[in-house]
C-alpha cells in the first residue's frame, strides 16, 4: 500500500519534468539599446532538467521569421528589431525588442528587472562626443546629476523603482540632447508560496509531509531559494532550510493547528509567506482519498471527467457525499453500503475548476478527504480583429490601432498581427484577452489584416479585414443644362457635378436649397447627371456635393427662376384665439401657393370690396376691427397678369369671452382662525359656457372645476397657518381666461416665546456707553407689541406691524445694572423672553476725555453752522427775488439730490433719514413718510451701539396734507394743536451730560425750506426708534437738510410730542 502512495506522489512530478519548457532569450551586454557596430549577443537557455542532444540545433527567429539555426546557444546581432529563439525540446521565447540607436546620448537598461535585483542604469554618449551635466530623469523629474560616473544604481529593486527613466546632457556649444525613454516595470521574483499538506486531516501516527511550493520565472531559474515552516507562530525547524519540504515523522491530536511557511531568495533576502491552513489530527487509522479518471494536469471543456473516493479503515456501511471548494453544498450523490464512490462529470465546464474533497459517514462519524484541485484550461476561440478607428477605409497619415481579442482561452496567450501574409508584430499577454497594435498609415498600408492567438493548445486565425488609404475629393462643380438662370415650368433641365480629384467611388448628391434631389454613386470618376422637369417649386439656388467616405465637399450655388401663372388662392382668417370676438382684430390673409410675383389680392365680404394690395412673395393681409356686422363669407381674388383665381368663402362667426371673475371669501367668523372651513367662491357675469374654473394661493394652483352651464363654482379649504396671504381664481371660456381681484386673509398664530438680545459696543458695558436692547418672536402673526422691563419695570414699548423684532436703545448709568427681560404679544396671548444679566462698571478716563473733547468740539461747529444759517436767511430771500416755494424752480429734482454732509458729527454717528416729507415734483400737495427699521447689519449693530447701519427701511405711514412746519422738539408735556405755527423755537441737545440750545431756523426759512418736521398727522411709535431732521428743498443747506441722532440726545422728544 505505502508503495503505491509513492507512486502517486512520484508521478505528477515526473510529468512535470518531461514538459516542454519554454524558452529565454537574454542580452549580453545586458543592454536593449546599442550604438551601431556594437557587438550585441543573443544567449538562448532551454529546459533545466534534461540534456540537449547536439544534434538538435538552436532556432533564432527575426520580425517573425526565422533567420538562423546554431549548435550554439549563442547569437550575434546588428539590426534593431524583435527577436526570439527556440532551444531545444523547448518552445519559442518571448520575444525581445533590440535597438542599435544613432542618437547622441542613449540610455542602456537591463532587459528584465526583479524584485531585490542590483540594477545599473547607464547614459552613454556617441563616440568622440564629450558631455556635461549628464542628468537622470524619472518620470520627467530629476533623479541624479550623473557627474563623475554614467552608471546610475539601483540597489534593491522594488516597486517604488517602477517608472519611465531619461538622462539628458550638454555638448560644447551648449545645445542639449536628451536620450530615449526606457521603461522600468520591477517584475515579481516569485509568488507567495502555497504550503500544502500531505494531509491536512491526518490520522494520528501517520507521517505528514509539509510542501512550500513557489515558482521562480524562467529568467531567475538560478536564484536559490530557502525555506521555513511555522505552526501557531513558533518555528518548526532550526531556521532556514534549502528545502522547500518538512515532515513530522509521527504526528498526533496536540499537533493540530495553524501551519504556514515562508519562502525567502538566500541572496537579495527577498521573502515571502503562504496563507495560513488549518491541520486537524483525527483518531483511527481511516483513509479517505480521491483519485481521477484519467489522471492529467487540466481538462479541457467537454471532456469526462470522474473522481473516485476511495475509503479504507471506515468500519460498516458508508455514505459517500462530494463537495466542493467555497461551496459546502451536498453534491447529491450517496453510496449505501459500499467502500467506493464515482462523482461523474459528463462534459466539464469553465466552472467546473476548483478543488473538490469527499466525506465518508459510516453513521458515527465523518472523515474527510484531502481537497483535489480540478484544472480546466480552455483552447483559444478564434480571435476578432477590429480596426480603431472603425471602418474599411482611412486617409493616409491617420493612426490605426488594429485590436486583437479571443473571447475564451486560458491565459497565457500570443498574438501576432499579420497583412497579406506579412508578419507585423508578436504581443503575449497574460492578464487580458485582448492585444493593440498602432501604426501610422501610408498608401503601401492598403490590404488585408489578420491575427493570430496561440495558448498551447492550438493557434486560431481571425478573418480577414479589408483596409483601403485612400484621397479625400476636392471641391465638385455644378453646371446647368440649358445654361441661363431662367426658365419656364415644364422644361427639362439637367444637373452635372464632377470633383476633379478623389479616390472612387464618389457619391454625388444633388439640392435644391437644403433638399436632397437626389444622388449617384460613380466608380470611376467622371462625375454625375440629375435631369428634371421644372416645376414652380424648383424655383431657387442649386448646389451639389462630393463624397467618398472621407471628407464632404460642396459646390458653388446657382441660381434658377421659374415663371409661373398663379395657383387658386387660399383665404385664412387669423383670430387671436380659437373663437373670435367682438373687439379682436382679425387677419385675412390671403395666398396663391403658385405663380410668379408681383401678384394682385383683392378681399371680399359678401360680394362687396374690402381692400386690395400687391406683394411681391408671401401673400397679402387685411385687418379687420370686429363688430357684430363682420359676420359672413369672405373670399379673396388673386391675379399676377397669366390669369386670375378665386379663393373659396370662409365663414366667420363673432363670440363673447368671459367678464372678470369675482372671487367671494365665505367664512364662519369675521378672523379666520387655523382650522376653520373656508369656501371659495368664483363666478363671472358673462360668458359662453361651458366655463373652467382655478382657484390660486399665491399663484399656486389650488384645484380647478367646470361650470358646463354657466354661473360659478366653488372650492372648500380646511384652513392652517400657512394658508394665509392672496388668492385669486380664473375663468376660461376656450375665448379668453380672466382673472379675479385679490383677496387677502391672515390665519392667526400666537406669538412664539421671545429672545432678548443685549449689544454693547465691548465685553464689559460701562457708564456712558450705548446698549441695544432687541427683542425677537421667532413666530407669531402681526402685529407684535413688544414691551422691555428692568428688574420688571416697563422701560419701553414698540410694535412691528410687520412681524420680525425690536429695539430699544439705553444710555448706561450705574442704576442700569440688573435683570432685563421683554415680552411680545400679538392679541392672542403674551409671551416673556428669559432674563438677561447686565454689569455695569464706570467709565475710564481715557475714554471719557477725547470722547468729551469731540462732542464739545461738534457742537461748537454746529453753532457756528447755526450762525452762518441765519446770514444766508436774511441774504437769500433778496437774492430769490421774494419768489414763493411754489416756482418751479425751487422744487427739489429726483434725479439731482445730494447727500448731506456733516463735519462736527461724532463717527460713530450715522446720518440716515427715518422720517422724511416728500413733495412731489410739478404737484402742491405734500405727503408724509414716515419709515422703520426693521433690522440692521449685524457688523454695524456691534461697532455702533444704538445705531443700525445700512437698514432698510419701507414706508409705514404716507398722508397727504398741508402744512407749516417748525424744526426741534417741544418741551415734554407741552400741547400742540395743528395748524398752530411756532417762532423762536429751541432745540435742546444733551450730549454726554453737555446741554446746547440751537434756535431753530425752520420757521423763519420756510420761504426757502419746502418743510422740516409736520405739523399735522399723527406718526407712529415707530418713529422713536430713530429721530430724523429732514428739510427737502431747493436750496440744499447740509446743517439744517438732515440731522440724524440716537433718541437718548434728545431728553425731550416723545412718540406722544412730536405731532
Same mark, same amino acid.
Given at each position: 500500500?505505502?508503495?503505491?502512495?509513492?507512486?502517486?506522489?512520484?508521478?505528477?512530478?515526473?510529468?512535470?519534468?518531461?514538459?516542454?519548457?519554454?524558452?529565454?532569450?537574454?542580452?549580453?551586454?545586458?543592454?536593449?539599446?546599442?550604438?551601431?557596430?556594437?557587438?550585441?549577443?543573443?544567449?538562448?537557455?532551454?529546459?533545466?532538467?534534461?540534456?540537449?542532444?547536439?544534434?538538435?540545433?538552436?532556432?533564432?527567429?527575426?520580425?517573425?521569421?526565422?533567420?538562423?539555426?546554431?549548435?550554439?546557444?549563442?547569437?550575434?546581432?546588428?539590426?534593431?528589431?524583435?527577436?526570439?529563439?527556440?532551444?531545444?525540446?523547448?518552445?519559442?521565447?518571448?520575444?525581445?525588442?533590440?535597438?542599435?540607436?544613432?542618437?547622441?546620448?542613449?540610455?542602456?537598461?537591463?532587459?528584465?528587472?526583479?524584485?531585490?535585483?542590483?540594477?545599473?542604469?547607464?547614459?552613454?554618449?556617441?563616440?568622440?562626443?564629450?558631455?556635461?551635466?549628464? &542628468?537622470?530623469?524619472?518620470?520627467?523629474?530629476?533623479?541624479?546629476?550623473?557627474?563623475?560616473?554614467?552608471?546610475?544604481?539601483?540597489?534593491?529593486?522594488?516597486?517604488?523603482?517602477?517608472?519611465?527613466?531619461?538622462?539628458?546632457?550638454?555638448?560644447?556649444?551648449?545645445?542639449?540632447?536628451?536620450?530615449?525613454?526606457?521603461?522600468?516595470?520591477?517584475?515579481?521574483?516569485?509568488?507567495?508560496?502555497?504550503?500544502?499538506?500531505?494531509?491536512?486531516?491526518?490520522?494520528?501516527?501517520?507521517?505528514?509531509?509539509?510542501?512550500?511550493?513557489?515558482?521562480?520565472?524562467?529568467?531567475?531559474?538560478?536564484?536559490?531559494?530557502?525555506? /521555513?515552516?511555522?505552526?501557531?507562530?513558533?518555528?518548526?525547524?532550526?531556521?532556514?532550510?534549502?528545502?522547500?519540504?518538512?515532515?513530522?515523522?509521527?504526528?498526533?491530536?496536540?499537533?493540530?493547528?495553524?501551519?504556514?511557511?515562508?519562502?525567502?531568495?538566500?541572496?537579495?533576502?527577498?521573502?515571502?509567506?503562504?496563507?495560513?491552513?488549518?491541520?486537524?489530527?483525527?483518531?483511527?487509522?481511516?483513509?479517505?482519498?480521491?483519485?481521477?479518471?484519467?489522471?492529467?494536469?487540466?481538462?479541457?471543456?467537454?471532456?469526462?471527467?470522474?473522481?473516485?473516493?476511495?475509503?479504507?479503515?471506515?468500519?460498516?456501511?458508508?455514505? $459517500?457525499?462530494?463537495?466542493?471548494?467555497?461551496?459546502?453544498?451536498?453534491?447529491?450523490?450517496?453510496?449505501?453500503?459500499?467502500?467506493?464512490?464515482?462523482?461523474?462529470?459528463?462534459?466539464?465546464?469553465?466552472?467546473?475548476?476548483?478543488?473538490?474533497?469527499?466525506?465518508?459517514?459510516?453513521?458515527?462519524?465523518?472523515?474527510?478527504?484531502?481537497?483535489?484541485? !480540478?484544472?480546466?484550461?480552455?483552447?483559444?476561440?478564434?480571435?476578432?480583429?477590429?480596426?480603431?478607428?472603425?471602418?474599411?477605409?482611412?486617409?493616409?497619415?491617420?493612426?490605426?490601432?488594429?485590436?486583437?481579442?479571443?473571447?475564451?482561452?486560458?491565459?497565457?496567450?500570443?498574438?501576432?498581427?499579420?497583412?497579406?501574409?506579412?508578419?507585423?508584430?508578436? $504581443?503575449?499577454?497574460?492578464?487580458?484577452?485582448?492585444?493593440?497594435?498602432?501604426?501610422?498609415?501610408?498608401?503601401?498600408?492598403?490590404?488585408?489584416?489578420?491575427?493570430?492567438?496561440?495558448?498551447?493548445?492550438?493557434?486560431?486565425?481571425?478573418?480577414?479585414?479589408?483596409?483601403?488609404?485612400?484621397?479625400?475629393?476636392?471641391?465638385?462643380?455644378?453646371?446647368?443644362?440649358?445654361?441661363?438662370?431662367?426658365?419656364?415650368?415644364?422644361?427639362?433641365?439637367?444637373?452635372?457635378?464632377?470633383?476633379?480629384?478623389?479616390?472612387?467611388?464618389?457619391?454625388?448628391?444633388?439640392?435644391?436649397?437644403?433638399?436632397?434631389?437626389?444622388?449617384?454613386?460613380?466608380?470611376?470618376?467622371?462625375?454625375?447627371?440629375?435631369?428634371?422637369?421644372?416645376?414652380?417649386?424648383?424655383?431657387?439656388?442649386?448646389? /451639389?456635393?462630393?463624397?467618398?467616405?472621407?471628407?464632404?465637399?460642396?459646390?458653388?450655388?446657382?441660381?434658377?427662376?421659374?415663371?409661373?401663372?398663379?395657383?387658386?388662392?387660399?383665404?385664412?382668417?387669423?383670430?387671436?384665439?380659437?373663437?373670435?370676438?367682438?373687439?379682436? $382684430?382679425?387677419?385675412?390673409?390671403?395666398?396663391?401657393?403658385?405663380?410668379?410675383?408681383? !401678384?394682385?389680392?383683392?378681399?371680399?365680404?359678401?360680394?362687396?370690396?374690402?381692400?386690395?394690395?400687391?406683394?411681391?412673395?408671401?401673400?397679402?393681409?387685411?385687418?379687420?376691427?370686429?363688430?357684430?356686422?363682420?359676420?359672413?363669407?369672405?373670399?379673396?381674388?388673386?391675379?399676377?397678369?397669366?390669369?386670375?383665381?378665386?379663393?373659396?368663402?370662409?365663414?366667420?362667426?363673432?363670440?363673447?369671452?368671459?367678464?372678470?371673475?369675482?372671487?367671494?371669501?365665505?367664512?364662519?367668523?369675521?378672523?379666520?382662525?387655523?382650522?376653520?372651513?373656508?369656501?371659495?367662491? /368664483?363666478?363671472?357675469?358673462?360668458?359662453?359656457?361651458?366655463?373652467?374654473?382655478?382657484?390660486?394661493?399665491?399663484?399656486?394652483?389650488?384645484?380647478?372645476?367646470?361650470?358646463?352651464?354657466?354661473?360659478?363654482?366653488?372650492?372648500?379649504?380646511?384652513?392652517?397657518?400657512?394658508?394665509?396671504?392672496?388668492?385669486?381664481?380664473?375663468?376660461?371660456?376656450?375665448?379668453?381666461?380672466?382673472?379675479?381681484?385679490?383677496?387677502?386673509?391672515?390665519?392667526?398664530?400666537?406669538?412664539?416665546?421671545?429672545?432678548?438680545?443685549?449689544?454693547?459696543?465691548?465685553?464689559?458695558?460701562?457708564?456712558?456707553?450705548?446698549?441695544?436692547?432687541?427683542?425677537?418672536?421667532?413666530?407669531?402673526?402681526?402685529?407684535?407689541?413688544?414691551?422691555?422691563?428692568?428688574?420688571?419695570?416697563?422701560?419701553?414699548?414698540?410694535?412691528?406691524?410687520?412681524?420680525?423684532?425690536?429695539?430699544?436703545?439705553?444710555?448706561?448709568?450705574?442704576?442700569?445694572?440688573?435683570?432685563?427681560? /421683554?415680552?411680545?404679544?400679538?392679541?392672542?396671548?403674551?409671551?416673556?423672553?428669559?432674563?438677561?444679566?447686565?454689569? !455695569?462698571?464706570?467709565?475710564?478716563?481715557?475714554?471719557?476725555? @477725547?470722547?468729551?473733547?469731540?462732542?464739545?468740539?461738534?457742537?461748537?461747529?454746529?453753532?457756528?453752522?447755526?450762525?452762518?444759517?441765519?446770514?444766508?436767511?436774511?441774504?437769500?430771500?433778496?437774492?430769490?427775488?421774494?419768489?414763493?416755494?411754489?416756482?418751479?424752480?425751487?422744487?427739489?429734482?429726483?434725479?439731482?439730490?445730494?447727500?448731506?454732509?456733516?463735519?462736527?458729527?461724532?463717527?460713530?454717528?450715522?446720518?440716515?433719514?427715518?422720517?422724511?416729507?416728500?413733495?412731489?415734483?410739478?404737484?402742491?400737495?405734500?405727503?408724509?413718510?414716515?419709515?422703520?427699521?426693521?433690522?440692521?447689519?449685524?457688523?454695524?449693530?456691534?461697532?455702533?451701539?444704538?445705531?443700525?447701519?445700512?437698514?432698510?427701511?419701507?414706508?409705514?405711514?404716507?398722508?397727504?396734507?398741508?402744512?407749516?412746519?417748525?424744526? *426741534?422738539?417741544? @418741551?415734554?408735556?407741552?400741547?400742540?394743536?395743528? *395748524?398752530?405755527?411756532?417762532?423762536?423755537?429751541?432745540?435742546?441737545?444733551?450730549?454726554?451730560?453737555?446741554?446746547?440750545?440751537?434756535?431753530?431756523?425752520?420757521?423763519?426759512?420756510?420761504?426757502?425750506?419746502?418743510?422740516?418736521?409736520?405739523?399735522?398727522?399723527?406718526?407712529?411709535?415707530?418713529?422713536?426708534?430713530?429721530?430724523?431732521?429732514?428739510?427737502?428743498?431747493?436750496?440744499?443747506?447740509?446743517?439744517?437738510?438732515?440731522?440724524?441722532?440716537?433718541?437718548?440726545?434728545?431728553?425731550?422728544?416723545?412718540?406722544? &410730542?412730536?405731532?
Amino acid at each position: 500500500m505505502l508503495l503505491w502512495v509513492s507512486l502517486l506522489v512520484l508521478a505528477p512530478i515526473s510529468g512535470q519534468f518531461a514538459t516542454s519548457s519554454k524558452s529565454v532569450i537574454s542580452v549580453h551586454p545586458p543592454w536593449t539599446v546599442a550604438f551601431p557596430g556594437e557587438k550585441v549577443k543573443l544567449v538562448c537557455s532551454g529546459s533545466h532538467f534534461k540534456r540537449p542532444e547536439m544534434s538538435t540545433p538552436y532556432r533564432w527567429y527575426y520580425r517573425g521569421k526565422q533567420i538562423s539555426e546554431t549548435s550554439s546557444n549563442t547569437y550575434e546581432v546588428h539590426n534593431s528589431g524583435e527577436y526570439r529563439c527556440q532551444a531545444p525540446d523547448s518552445i519559442k521565447s518571448s520575444s525581445v525588442s533590440l535597438l542599435f540607436s544613432q542618437a547622441t546620448l542613449i540610455l542602456q537598461a537591463p532587459l528584465y528587472v526583479f524584485e531585490g535585483d542590483s540594477v545599473v542604469l547607464r547614459c552613454r554618449a556617441k563616440a568622440g562626443v564629450a558631455l556635461t551635466n549628464v &542628468t537622470l530623469y524619472k518620470n520627467d523629474r530629476l533623479l541624479a546629476f550623473l557627474s563623475n560616473t554614467s552608471d546610475f544604481h539601483i540597489r534593491q529593486a522594488d516597486l517604488k523603482d517602477n517608472g519611465a527613466y531619461q538622462c539628458s546632457g550638454f555638448k560644447k556649444d551648449s545645445s542639449s540632447v536628451v536620450s530615449n525613454r526606457v521603461k522600468i516595470q520591477v517584475q515579481e521574483l516569485f509568488p507567495p508560496p502555497v504550503m500544502k499538506a500531505s494531509s491536512f486531516q491526518p490520522i494520528e501516527g501517520e507521517l505528514v509531509t509539509l510542501t512550500c511550493e513557489t515558482q521562480l520565472p524562467s529568467q531567475k531559474s538560478d536564484v536559490r531559494l530557502q525555506f /521555513c515552516f511555522f505552526k501557531d507562530g513558533q518555528t518548526l525547524q532550526s531556521g532556514w532550510s534549502s528545502s522547500p519540504e518538512f515532515q513530522i515523522n509521527t504526528i498526533w491530536r496536540e499537533d493540530s493547528g495553524s501551519y504556514w511557511c515562508q519562502a525567502q531568495a538566500v541572496t537579495s533576502r527577498v521573502w515571502k509567506q503562504s496563507q495560513i491552513s488549518k491541520i486537524y489530527v483525527q483518531r483511527g487509522v481511516a483513509k479517505v482519498q480521491i483519485h481521477t479518471r484519467p489522471a492529467l494536469e487540466f481538462v479541457i471543456p467537454g471532456q469526462e471527467l470522474v473522481l473516485i473516493c476511495s475509503v479504507d479503515g471506515v468500519p460498516g456501511p458508508v455514505r $459517500i457525499s462530494w463537495y466542493k471548494t467555497s461551496n459546502k453544498e451536498s453534491m447529491k450523490i450517496k453510496i449505501q453500503n459500499s467502500l467506493k464512490a464515482e462523482f461523474k462529470i459528463s462534459m466539464v465546464k469553465n466552472s467546473d475548476a476548483g478543488e473538490y474533497y469527499c466525506e465518508a459517514n459510516n453513521g458515527g462519524r465523518s472523515f474527510l478527504s484531502k481537497p483535489v484541485t !480540478i484544472n480546466v484550461k480552455v483552447p483559444v476561440s478564434p480571435p476578432g480583429l477590429t480596426l480603431s478607428p472603425p471602418g474599411d477605409r482611412a486617409l493616409e497619415g491617420d493612426m490605426v490601432t488594429l485590436h486583437c481579442e479571443a473571447q475564451r482561452g486560458s491565459l497565457p496567450i500570443q498574438y501576432q498581427f499579420f497583412r497579406e501574409d506579412v508578419f507585423l508584430k508578436e $504581443i503575449e499577454v497574460t492578464s487580458l484577452r485582448t492585444s493593440s497594435f498602432s501604426f501610422s498609415l501610408t498608401a503601401e498600408h492598403s490590404g488585408n489584416y489578420y491575427c493570430t492567438a496561440d495558448n498551447g493548445l492550438g493557434a486560431q486565425r481571425s478573418r480577414a479585414v479589408h483596409l483601403s488609404v485612400i484621397v479625400p475629393v476636392s471641391h465638385p462643380v455644378l453646371t446647368l443644362s440649358p445654361p441661363g438662370p431662367w426658365a419656364v415650368e415644364g422644361d427639362l433641365m439637367t444637373l452635372h457635378c464632377v470633383a476633379q480629384k478623389g479616390s472612387p467611388p464618389i457619391q454625388y448628391r444633388f439640392y435644391h436649397g437644403d433638399v436632397t434631389l437626389g444622388s449617384s454613386s460613380v466608380p470611376s470618376g467622371g462625375g454625375a447627371s440629375f435631369s428634371f422637369s421644372v416645376t414652380s417649386e424648383l424655383s431657387g439656388n442649386y448646389h /451639389c456635393t462630393a463624397d467618398n467616405g472621407f471628407g464632404s465637399h460642396k459646390s458653388e450655388a446657382i441660381s434658377l427662376s421659374v415663371t409661373v401663372p398663379v395657383s387658386r388662392p387660399v383665404l385664412t382668417i387669423r383670430t387671436p384665439r380659437a373663437q373670435p370676438v367682438v373687439g379682436d $382684430i382679425v387677419e385675412l390673409h390671403c395666398e396663391a401657393q403658385r405663380g410668379s410675383p408681383p !401678384i394682385l389680392y383683392q378681399f371680399y365680404h359678401e360680394d362687396v370690396t374690402l381692400g386690395s394690395s400687391s406683394t411681391p412673395s408671401g401673400g397679402s393681409s387685411l385687418s379687420l376691427f370686429l363688430t357684430e356686422e363682420h359676420s359672413g363669407k369672405y373670399a379673396c381674388v388673386v391675379s399676377n397678369g397669366l390669369g386670375s383665381q378665386r379663393s373659396d368663402t370662409v365663414s366667420l362667426s363673432v363670440r363673447v369671452p368671459v367678464s372678470h371673475a369675482v372671487l367671494t371669501l365665505r367664512a364662519p367668523r369675521a378672523q379666520t382662525v387655523e382650522g376653520d372651513m373656508v369656501e371659495l367662491h /368664483c363666478e363671472a357675469r358673462r360668458g359662453s359656457p361651458p366655463i373652467w374654473y382655478q382657484f390660486y394661493h399665491e399663484d399656486v394652483t389650488l384645484g380647478s372645476s367646470s361650470a358646463p352651464s354657466g354661473g360659478g363654482a366653488s372650492f372648500n379649504l380646511s384652513l392652517t397657518a400657512e394658508h394665509s396671504g392672496n388668492y385669486s381664481c380664473k375663468a376660461n371660456n376656450d375665448l379668453g381666461a380672466q382673472h379675479s381681484e385679490v383677496v387677502t386673509f391672515n390665519v392667526l398664530v400666537p406669538v412664539s416665546r421671545p429672545v432678548l438680545t443685549l449689544r454693547a459696543p465691548r465685553s464689559q458695558a460701562m457708564v456712558g456707553d450705548m446698549v441695544e436692547l432687541h427683542c425677537e418672536a421667532q413666530r407669531g402673526s402681526p402685529p407684535i407689541l413688544y414691551q422691555f422691563y428692568h428688574e420688571n419695570v416697563t422701560l419701553e414699548s414698540s410694535s412691528a406691524p410687520y412681524g420680525g423684532g425690536a429695539s430699544f436703545n439705553l444710555s448706561l448709568t450705574t442704576q442700569h445694572s440688573g435683570n432685563y427681560s /421683554c415680552e411680545a404679544n400679538n392679541g392672542l396671548g403674551a409671551q416673556h423672553s428669559e432674563a438677561v444679566m447686565l454689569s !455695569i462698571t464706570g467709565l475710564t478716563g481715557s475714554r471719557s476725555g @477725547p470722547v468729551a473733547t469731540g462732542v464739545t468740539g461738534g457742537l461748537l461747529s454746529l453753532l457756528g453752522l447755526a450762525a452762518a444759517a441765519l446770514l444766508l436767511y436774511y441774504w437769500l430771500p433778496r437774492k430769490a427775488g421774494g419768489k414763493s416755494n411754489s416756482d418751479p424752480s425751487r422744487r427739489p429734482s429726483s434725479s439731482d439730490s445730494q447727500e448731506p454732509t456733516y463735519h462736527n458729527v461724532p463717527t460713530w454717528i450715522e446720518l440716515q433719514p427715518v422720517y422724511s416729507n416728500v413733495n412731489p415734483e410739478g404737484e402742491d400737495v405734500v405727503y408724509t413718510e414716515v419709515r422703520s427699521i426693521q433690522k440692521g447689519n449685524k457688523h454695524a449693530a456691534a461697532s455702533t451701539p444704538g445705531l443700525l447701519k445700512n437698514s432698510d427701511s419701507s414706508v409705514i405711514y404716507s398722508q397727504p396734507s398741508a402744512w407749516w412746519g417748525y424744526c *426741534g422738539a417741544l @418741551p415734554e408735556g407741552t400741547a400742540h394743536t395743528p *395748524g398752530d405755527t411756532y417762532t423762536g423755537l429751541v432745540m435742546d441737545l444733551s450730549i454726554m451730560g453737555m446741554h446746547f440750545t440751537l434756535p431753530c431756523l425752520c420757521e423763519t426759512l420756510r420761504a426757502h425750506c419746502s418743510l422740516c418736521c409736520p405739523s399735522t398727522g399723527t406718526p407712529p411709535a415707530a418713529v422713536a426708534e430713530r429721530t430724523s431732521l429732514r428739510c427737502i428743498g431747493p436750496h440744499q443747506l447740509p446743517w439744517v437738510e438732515e440731522m440724524q441722532l440716537p433718541p437718548s440726545l434728545f431728553p425731550h422728544l416723545r412718540p406722544h &410730542t412730536f405731532p
